[in-house]
């Protein structure tokens, strides 16, 4: 039966029809993009296979270890060229760097962190003062080096300086990226011992209470410890303080979609159907690719007598989420198909069976080949 499903269809797959129907266009800062990998994706296995396999680390000259924090490049040595900073896209509110600026700041950076200051007490602060350099411009180099592809040792701890260096210096967004990276990607118990400087700046602006991003990261910390009322309150109580400053002018709410998801996640979890799938549309409609992801699966994982969200729609908005680049949308993908493929394999419908189960071969893998990050640690926001 399999086979003759196999060899009953020769047209091209539909998933990568729909996916690159007009829609991606390729571009040079789209390059290795999750949309452009889906749009350059082919059927050849061997090439599928080839595109999978990973890449072997170089290995490190033999003359000399790697190197450490202490023994970065000097200025005169550039890691890298103001060119690998062209393709860094400024794509969130007020980055507004050159991409020279950029490499100028971190080259300078890494060579005053690697020695240039050392035994100064406050040479960060003279670093920034000598240099002209603001806190949002740590901030800023830090985030976009991560549009650079594979970060060395040294780069990372650079990027990780850069952060704290924007942290010390009262730059509340670094504070709160650093919270919830480290919130995200570790137990909510680590926390405090992994930057405990950071971390007492952050409840400081908890207790404050007026800072709406700082409610949600500290929402999600209730969430993860299992204190679902509290976490709950928190996200509401995020939601009305920004309601309450948008009325005065303000509109300094970066992660309102992070709330509104995690809020709706909450209501799916005792079981509140109709408010999680609500929450979910809102965001969905806006165009939010965790919300798609969510809303796409919401019948699988809390199926009812009635589905809120048709095959048709629920590919649609997987499709959506797998072209913004979350990572469980394949699978997901995959098995909608899977499910749809034996639904019409129940009605007798030969044709429409073949291929569903061609797609759904197609969106595993892709998956498979895809190797995206676990979904918990992927940054939509």
């Known amino acids: 039966m399999l086979c003759r499903h196999l060899s009953s269809r020769r047209v091209p797959w539909r998933a990568t029809q729909v996916l690159c129907s007009g829609r991606c266009s390729p571009s040079p800062s789209a390059a290795r993009t999750p949309k452009t990998i889906i749009c350059s994706y082919s059927s050849d296995r061997s090439r599928m296979r080839q595109r999978a396999a990973p890449k072997p680390a170089p290995s490190p000259s033999p003359r000399r270890r790697p190197e450490t924090m202490a023994e970065s490049r000097p200025l005169g040595v550039r890691p890298r060229s103001p060119d690998d900073f062209k393709l860094t896209t400024p794509h969130r509110e007020g980055f507004t760097l050159d991409h020279r600026i950029v490499h100028r700041i971190y080259s300078g950076f890494l060579n005053a962190a690697s020695g240039l200051h050392q035994g100064q007490k406050h040479w960060l602060s003279e670093f920034a003062k000598e240099n ?45 990226h650093i919270i919830r990276t480290v919130l995200y990607g570790r137990s909510p118990e680590n926390l405090q011992r992994s930057c405990p400087r950071a971390y007492a700046r952050f409840r400081t602006l908890v207790a404050e209470g007026r800072n709406p991003d700082a409610l949600t990261l500290e929402g999600k910390l209730y969430a ?19 309601t309450a400053a948008v009325a005065h002018g303000s509109t300094g709410f970066q992660w309102k979609n992070l709330c509104q998801v995690e809020l709706a996640k909450l209501q799916e979890a005792v079981g509140a159907r109709q408010d999680a799938y609500w929450e979910y549309r809102a965001l969905a409609d806006a165009g939010d690719a965790e919300a798609c992801y969510y809303l796409g699966t919401l019948d699988a994982r809390m199926p009812g007598t009635v589905r809120l969200v048709h095959e048709a729609e629920a590919r649609e908005l997987l499709t959506q989420a797998a072209m913004a680049g979350y990572p469980a949308a394949p699978t997901a993908l995959a098995d909608l198909e899977t499910g749809m493929y034996d639904q019409a394999v129940a009605d007798g419908h030969k044709d429409a069976a073949a291929g569903h189960l061609l797609d759904a071969q197609e969106w595993r893998n892709l998956a498979a080949a895809w190797k995206m990050r676990d979904p918990k640690n992927y940054e939509v926001y």
């Open 224 to 242: 993860l410890r299992g204190e679902r009322d509290q976490a709950a309150a928190l996200f509401r109580r995020a939601k009305d303080v920004a």
């Open 132 to 176: 002209d350099i603001k806190p949002q411009d740590f901030y800023e180099v830090a985030l976009r080096m991560a549009d650079l592809g594979p970060l060395s040792q040294v780069e990372h701890e650079s990027q990780s300086r850069m952060l704290d260096s924007a942290s010390e210096l009262g730059h509340v967004p670094a504070t709160l």
